[in-house]
């Protein structure tokens, strides 16, 4: 389909000196890092990645003048243009690899060096072979793809952004428009708008999650807490990633200081035990868990197939098929499932053995298949499954599923996802980019969705439930995000739509939640 955006990419560049300008040098330094890092992530051959990161710097390299027009014009700092359009062009190659997993662009994060890897190129030289490409005549085939409303397309093409020397570029054409909103679906607000919601209040969380200098934090394993509300990825811009950082209920933060120097790049949403008790982060070739009240991690020598990891229980974590660990003893029980489309249920009592876990599956694996909820019953040696497929109104609107879902458990406990919506509405100033979906597991019905524009909102990830009907989720970056807001977190409340503000987190990066109490 045509990816509709009038921006930069519909214009045509006058021809350069073959030397890189000095600003571009300096931008792709900076750049290309992490987004080789990234690329790498779409295929199993890091030489495809390191390929595809420089073929969309050279996308960049033809717009560079028009693209530091824009920073002049608009007052932006030098390569945000650049950065807005790298991002885009990302979004559309992790669109068309379709990983199982969330593959994120985080610019502004320096990637951990890659052991045994051949000294790398300058960055003049980097740039000065993207320059001279992005002046070629030979271009790489990039496959646009986007979403457009229903009832303003019957059908849908493709378009191929190959130019020659002497081919002009015709403009991208308008934007189609619809109505502003379904019957179901809400929409995320602008930054400014997010920072002006109601607060709602959370009993030991601060109003804005601003921890300081980690340096000066005391090491948790000199001043550990029984109970973290939450753990985030400080990520000190230009020093690297990391370290890990806990909040505990008694509103002091400390510094993990007995995990590797890489795991806190690989924070997921759900590394946090619902307890608090407990963190857990997938490094390369390990999982690492947190015993907050003592401080200490303990090293599991396993290879987890994905980053994301998933509490069945406060001392059960889902690992992969066959690999629910207890972590307590180490032991490696028998489960159905894998974490890939399993669902971590909140909000629940006891610490006894799950024998149940939900999974909601995509549209489209197989490819006749419909989305679907499935539920797993286990108790070691038996096992049965029950699967529904999602139907009425908003089923059409979901497309697939990314990263961990969450559960509210017990009767009438309801179920949230992040996907990409399908067949929404585009405005001039609009496009839905991600969207978190809430369903009714028994009777597979969507109930309600929250979409975003990730440009205007920032990006969209879900931390959970604040309890049986408000959902947590977290906005990090978009237009006019200020520095000490840079992250927001938010509550949705399923059953009229409502927004609130929670809190504001000044740290860049991953973020991961506890369940909260005592909120009003």
């Not at 790049?265 to 035990?273: I, N, Q, R, V």
């Not at 059409?396 to 067949?423: D, N, Q």
């Not at 839905?432 to 309600?448: D, N, T």
């Amino acid at each position: 389909m045509v990816d509709q955006e009038p921006d930069v990419l519909s214009q045509r560049e006058e021809s350069s000196p073959a030397a890189a300008p000095a600003d571009f040098t300096d931008w792709v330094s900076r750049r290309l890092p992490p987004l080789e890092h990234a690329a790498r992530q779409l295929s199993a051959d890091p030489t495809q990645g390191g390929a595809l990161a420089r073929d969309l710097l050279t996308l960049v390299a033809r717009r560079w003048p028009s693209l530091r027009g824009n920073d002049a014009e608009h007052h932006a700092p030098p390569g945000a243009a650049a950065d807005r359009l790298l991002q885009r062009l990302f979004a559309r190659e992790v669109a068309d690899a379709g990983p199982s997993y969330r593959v994120r662009l985080e610019l502004d994060r320096t990637p951990p060096r890659r052991g045994g890897s051949a000294l790398p190129a300058t960055a003049e030289q980097e740039a000065a072979e993207l320059w001279r490409r992005g002046r070629a005549t030979t271009r790489r085939r990039l496959l646009i793809a986007g979403a457009v409303g229903a009832a303003a397309l019957g059908a849908a093409g493709v378009r191929a952004l190959i130019t020659g020397p002497d081919e002009s570029l015709r403009p991208l054409p308008p934007l189609p428009s619809g109505p502003v909103l379904l019957e179901g679906v809400d929409e995320v607000p602008p930054v400014p708008d997010q920072l002006a919601l109601r607060e709602a209040l959370v009993a030991h969380l601060p109003r804005e999650l601003a921890p300081g200098d980690p340096a000066t934090l005391p090491a948790l394993s000199r001043q550990p807490t029984p109970r973290a509300q939450v753990v985030l990825d400080a990520a000190v811009k230009g020093v690297g990633e990391g370290p890990l950082l806990v909040l505990g209920e008694d509103g002091a933060w400390r510094r993990v200081d007995q995990l590797p120097a890489e795991a806190a790049a690989l924070l997921s949403p759900g590394s946090l035990s619902p307890d608090g008790a407990r963190a857990a982060v997938v490094t390369a070739d390990e999982l690492w868990v947190v015993e907050l009240a003592t401080g200490r991690a303990r090293r599991h020598d396993m290879v987890p197939p994905s980053p994301v990891v998933i509490w069945l229980s406060p001392r059960h974590l889902l690992v992969a098929v066959d690999k629910l660990l207890e972590v307590g003893t180490g032991r490696l029980l028998a489960v159905p499932v894998g974490v890939r489309d399993a669902v971590g249920p909140r909000r629940a009592n006891g610490q006894d053995t799950p024998s149940t876990v939900l999974e909601l599956l995509s549209a489209g694996e197989p490819i006749t298949a419909p989305p679907r909820v499935r539920t797993w019953q286990f108790d070691g040696r038996d096992q049965s499954e029950g699967t529904v497929a999602v139907s009425g109104p908003g089923a059409g609107r979901l497309g697939p599923f990314l990263g961990p879902g969450f559960a509210v458990a017990g009767t009438g406990g309801l179920v949230a996802r992040l996907c990409e919506p399908m067949g929404l509405p585009v405005r001039a100033d609009w496009r839905a980019g991600i969207a978190v979906a809430v369903l009714e597991p028994g009777s597979a019905r969507v109930l309600r969705m929250l979409a975003a524009d990730i440009e205007v909102t920032g990006d969209l990830t879900l931390l959970g439930w604040l309890d049986r009907r408000r959902v947590l989720l977290r906005c990090a970056g978009g237009a006019g995000a200020p520095s000490g807001a840079g992250q927001r977190v938010l509550v949705w409340d399923v059953r009229d739509g409502s927004l609130a503000l929670i809190a504001t987190v000044r740290p860049g990066g991953g973020l991961s939640l506890a369940d909260l109490d005592g909120a009003v």
